[in-house]
């Protein structure tokens, strides 16, 4: 069984910054990927960034060149470094694992940029 603990949400002035973390614990073999997802009042969740094991990431275009995702291999831990945040950017966070083809979801946490 795999655990993740998020943390890193709060409130946020427009323009500001904001970084989340996820760490992955339990019995882990092997992780296929690591990523971050979002869900607005009233919208489907949808995908923020996600990063391979190799370090290939990919990036919604509404977050590009704003958000940068990283990952700490030794840790099981996944950053996402949020810059010049958006209002529209308010949201539930929630970080995605992919170990040993198997999907774990964090529980969230609530970004607000408001100023």
């Known amino acids: 069984q795999v655990h993740l603990v998020e943390s890193g949400g709060g409130l946020v002035q427009p323009g500001g910054s904001l970084r989340l973390s996820c760490a992955a614990t339990g019995s882990i073999s092997s992780i296929n990927y690591m990523g971050w997802h979002r869900q607005a009042p009233g919208k489907q969740r949808e995908l923020v960034t996600v990063?391979?094991?190799?370090?290939?990431?990919n990036y919604a275009d509404s977050v590009k060149g704003r958000f940068t995702i990283s990952r700490d291999n030794a840790k099981n831990t996944v950053y996402l470094q949020m810059n010049s945040l958006k209002p529209e950017d308010t949201a539930a966070y929630y970080c995605?694992?992919?170990?040993?083809?198997?999907?774990?979801w964090g529980r969230g946490t609530q970004v607000t940029v408001s100023s």
């Open positions: 990063i391979t094991s190799g370090g290939y990431t």
């Open positions: 995605l694992v992919v170990a040993d083809m198997e999907h774990y």
